[in-house]
């Protein structure tokens, strides 16, 4: 089992998570985080950490986000480890509470 990056990170991409995660597994792209399942190792840090709730166990996904499930996976291999606290996009609170993220998504 691992912890997987939801929707709700896209546009936000809040760093509170990276600096808890003994394994760093997080990685960095454009504007959101994913998370390595090859290198999370389920320990549960991240997951209170992350201000917009965008962070869940692979069993406990909202109903419509399971397809992060394989996003996190293809993404982390591609994108580079971040384990530092960053400032955030400058309309990180503009995206908060925006819904159906996804095709913002940027690769």
């Not at 994913?34 to 991240?46: F, M």
């Not at 406990?60 to 955030?88: C, H, R």
Request: proline share 8%; with cysteine.
């Amino acid at each position: 089992m691992t912890f997987v990056v939801v929707e709700a990170c896209i546009k936000c991409k809040l760093t509170d998570c990276v600096e808890v995660c003994p394994v760093d597994c997080f990685h960095e792209g454009p504007n959101m985080l994913v998370i390595d399942p090859d290198e999370c190792i389920d320990c549960t840090l991240c997951e209170p950490e992350c201000p917009v709730d965008a962070i869940f166990s692979e069993d406990e996904l909202p109903a419509g986000q399971e397809k992060f499930i394989e996003l996190n996976a293809e993404l982390s291999q591609n994108w580079p480890v971040i384990t530092e606290m960053q400032d955030p996009p400058a309309d990180a609170d503009d995206w908060r509470e925006v819904k159906e993220k996804l095709e913002y998504l940027e690769r």
